[in-house]
């Protein structure tokens, strides 16, 4: 009987100092118990932006240098392919040097559009909002770039399509596109007649968004990508 009294007593005098307590003194206990690396706001916004910025620095560079299309495998740009019927008849009839004078030239106008992505890419970095960020923490491996798409799209093909077109005209992509069909026109009743420019700043758009995409996944998944203090934080955790 004694022991249930004693037991009866502690119960009445828990719920006792329970009640006593205010719902912000409770509060303070249970947010005291979280964990001192978990994330803030800010934590995550500075984060996404330091990831994007090291994606959007690797990428742009890599793109941007001398045969950064065209010795990449994925990202080479080719002959369109309602073309290639077209190049393999011409090198046929002995044209080929013209063809590979055509396509090399539109990786170089790819090359110099590319060195004006970063800007762009910057400023919408810049603009992200809290909102933003947090959905693209919590998305997949490539929210950050499809972030980027969304913002980016219609400024990146502005900012391209002069360049290009300079860039194919400096090269002498279009001289050789003109030859290279022309010549094949000659032979053919299915004249082609396809916008070169429109072609290549496709193209290079959507090399610059699959190799900031890469470096995105690698920041998420690869702990040795992580290379300061706050994308550790954010993508360790």
């Known amino acids: ?25 409770i509060l303070k206990k249970v947010t005291s ?4 690396d978990s994330l803030s706001t800010g934590d995550v916004v500075s984060g996404l932006k330091e990831a994007l910025n090291t994606g959007i620095g690797k ?51 790819a090359e110099d559009a590319a060195k004006n992505a970063a800007p762009i890419f910057l400023n919408a970095v810049k603009q992200m909002s809290i909102g933003d960020a947090w959905g693209i923490l919590k998305g997949g491996d490539s929210a950050a770039t499809q972030y980027l798409r969304q913002k980016t799209t219609t400024s990146l093909e502005q900012a391209f399509r002069p ?56 920041i998420r998944k690869d702990p040795l990508a992580r290379t300061s203090d706050i994308l550790k934080k954010v993508f360790g955790n």
């Open 59 to 109: 990428g742009t560079d890599k793109l941007s240098a001398t045969d950064g299309f065209f010795k990449d495998a994925v990202l080479k740009i080719l002959m369109p392919a309602e073309a290639q019927k077209v190049e393999k008849t011409l090198r046929g009839i002995g044209l080929g040097k013209q063809v590979d004078d055509a396509v090399l030239s539109m990786n170089r106008a």
């Open 163 to 218: 360049v290009i077109e300079k860039s194919l005209e400096k090269t002498g992509a279009t001289k050789y596109w003109n030859t290279v069909f022309t010549s094949y026109n000659k032979f053919s009743f299915n004249k082609i007649n396809p916008d070169l420019s429109s072609y290549v700043t496709e193209k290079a758009m959507s090399g610059i968004f699959y190799e900031v995409a890469l470096q995105e996944a690698q």
């Open 33 to 36: 118990g979280k964990r001192k």
């Open 1 to 25: 009987m004694k022991n249930s009294f004693i037991l009866f007593a502690f119960l009445f005098a828990s719920i006792i100092s329970v009640q006593a307590q205010s719902p912000l003194d």
